[in-house]
């Protein structure tokens, strides 16, 4: 059996990749890494959330250092939000990849390409890149089929869901957003 170290964003989304990669038969193993995610209360949903998505699902997952520091030193540097995307795409497949490098796990994927609401297309084409960069294989799979159902069974297993995407530039703009439908 193939295995597959698979980046998780936050518990929801972790729940229909785990199952696919799994009937795809693949032995996962999950890795939580999130520098992005802002304010560190919401880290911390986030991460409880993943614990229990996990014991719920038998999955051993990895727990990175939260280190939100450096992370908003390096994207502050970038003015093009598409940019701050790529970049915060980038840093979160180059660290899966090195932890599956390092723990010698040949594969490695995303939850992030289980969201509607982020560009997989791109996505893909970093994975691909830092695949080539590790000697790993990136798997491309499109999780977004299984969003709906992942998000209603996560509802049941009362896991904490977000509303924005963690960065301090999506909560910025998931608030303004509020604040117009409101005023409408």
């Not at 032995?27 to 520098?35: A, K, L």
């Not at 301090?168 to 005023?183: F, G, H, L, N, T």
Request: proline share 3%; aromatic share 12%; charged share 30%.
């Amino acid at each position: 059996m193939s295995k597959v170290l698979l980046h998780i964003c936050c518990g929801p989304c972790a729940i229909s990749c785990v199952e696919a990669l799994r009937q795809a038969g693949f032995e996962t193993e999950g890795f939580f890494y999130n520098p992005n995610i802002h304010p560190f209360s919401e880290y911390l949903k986030r991460y409880e959330a993943v614990i229990a998505a996990g014991d719920r699902m038998r999955l051993s997952v990895i727990y990175h250092k939260y280190d939100f520091e450096k992370f908003l030193r390096e994207v502050s540097c970038i003015e093009n939000r598409q940019e701050q995307h790529r970049f915060c795409w980038r840093i979160r497949l180059e660290e899966t990849a090195r932890m599956a490098r390092e723990k010698e796990i040949e594969n490695f994927t995303t939850t992030l390409l289980s969201s509607p609401y982020q560009d997989i297309g791109q996505i893909k084409v970093l994975g691909a890149e830092v695949a080539a960069k590790y000697g790993l294989s990136f798997l491309p799979e499109d999780f977004r089929r299984g969003f709906a159902e992942s998000h209603k069974r996560s509802k049941e297993w009362q896991l904490y869901h977000q509303n924005y995407c963690g960065c301090v530039y999506s909560e910025k703009e998931s608030i303004e957003q509020r604040e117009k439908k409101r005023k409408v």
